[in-house]
């Protein structure tokens, strides 16, 4: 059993894909060609903004919207540290300071409850985390912004496709940004991201630091990085658009089938809520299990891959030991003891769902 199985939808695409890849090596234009901005186009339709600008990776598109939003050293960004690193890690690259607020127990998104209380007259910027595949409670961590003069980024590397009140994940803020890393719901065949806004001074901004800060050819009114998306995984990217619509829905009727499951044979596993007015694309599907270290190891004497969505949080990484108090969040400090994370792909079959529930009903019998 697979925890991700990028064969099975490559099969089903295989001749567009190839075809995609051929224009590209016919053309040449290897970097920034046609597809970039056909894809640009057709991803900002589907976010249901103004502006895509493609990009080298999720991480890079966190790093260049702080950077269009001119954030730098003094400055703090509250976020989650119940994320992966490269969250705080944009922050901390420019100098600023991450500001870790706590999740909310049900969604382990951002908790807009404890937004407001960490704000000062540094703050700068709010990034949430849409982890796991569903979006941060975006309404109300928006009128926390619009009260203190805030812009906001939503960190969608997870949620990409998701919708919120009928929105999309990435179009609900200042600015939204993804990942396209294979493993992510929409992902490429190597690193590869997007941010999307509406403010078109900002998607300008955007399009010159992915290119070294240039306007034109050799003139470079700011600093910028190497931040742009290869033709190669627009491509990709492009062949792969169709279908994502289909695994939107397969993705989110395994992850209903799991909770079923689960509930039904298990009694002391915790499922995941999806917040009313909430879509997930499941781009996890995480429980939280007492014992998790036995339940891992048996699981795998089974023949069940897992993996854990975070063990550490942020405010309790070495890296981050001057700029935060780890007994602060309480919550992402619970949660990341017990969490796990179960094969998820939009071609996991019903029955090796209904092995991986049993199997952990078994466990969970063996370890009362």
């Known amino acids: 059993m697979k925890f991700i199985d990028l064969q099975t939808q490559y099969r089903l695409i295989e001749k567009a894909v190839n075809q995609r890849i051929q224009n590209v090596l016919e053309h040449g234009q290897y970097i920034m060609g046609p597809e970039v901005r056909e894809l640009e186009e057709k991803l900002a339709e589907f976010v249901g903004v103004t502006h895509c600008i493609g990009v080298s990776s999720g991480t890079d598109a966190l790093l260049m919207a702080l950077m269009a939003l001119d954030i730098g050293p003094g400055d703090e960004v509250i976020t989650t540290p119940f994320t992966f690193i490269a969250t705080g890690e944009t922050i901390a690259l420019l100098g600023a300071k991450p500001v870790f607020v706590d ?5 382990y998104n951002i908790d807009p409850a404890l937004i407001e209380a960490a704000i000062t007259p540094n703050t700068r910027a ?6 796991y595949g569903q979006c941060a409670d975006m309404d109300a961590i928006n009128t926390i912004a619009e009260r203190h003069n805030l812009p906001v980024i939503e960190d969608g590397a997870q949620s990409f496709g998701a919708t919120y009140k009928n929105r999309r994940s990435c179009g609900l803020s200042t600015i939204g940004c993804t990942s396209f890393f294979p493993s992510k719901p929409f992902g490429a065949y190597g690193d590869g991201g997007a941010c999307f806004t509406n403010d078109d001074d900002l998607a300008k901004t955007l399009r010159e630091i992915r290119d070294h800060g240039q306007d034109r050819r050799y003139h470079h009114p700011r600093l910028g990085i ?4 290869d033709s190669l995984q627009a491509a990709v990217l492009l062949a792969k658009l169709d279908q994502f619509y289909e695994e939107i829905e397969l993705r989110q009727t395994i992850g209903d089938r799991y ?3 689960i509930n039904e044979y298990c009694s002391n596993i915790t499922t995941p809520t999806i917040a009313n007015g909430n879509t997930s694309v499941y781009a996890q599907y995480t429980l939280q299990v007492d014992h998790r270290e036995k339940t891992q190891t048996m699981l795998s004497d089974s023949d069940i891959p897992t993996a854990i969505h975070y063990p550490v949080p942020l405010n309790e990484q070495p890296v981050f030991s001057e700029h935060s108090n780890p ?3 309480p919550v992402s400090q619970a949660v990341a003891a017990r969490v796990i994370s ?10 090796d769902q209904k092995q991986i529930a049993l199997a952990l009903k078994e466990i969970e019998g063996q370890l009362e």
């Open 226 to 229: 190497n931040g742009r998306l």
């Open 259 to 261: 909770t079923t499951l």
């Open 103 to 107: 999740i909310d127990a049900s969604t």
């Open 126 to 131: 709010i990034m949430p985390v849409s982890l």
């Open 327 to 329: 007994t602060a969040t």
């Open 342 to 351: 179960l094969p998820m792909h939009p071609y996991l079959e019903a029955e």
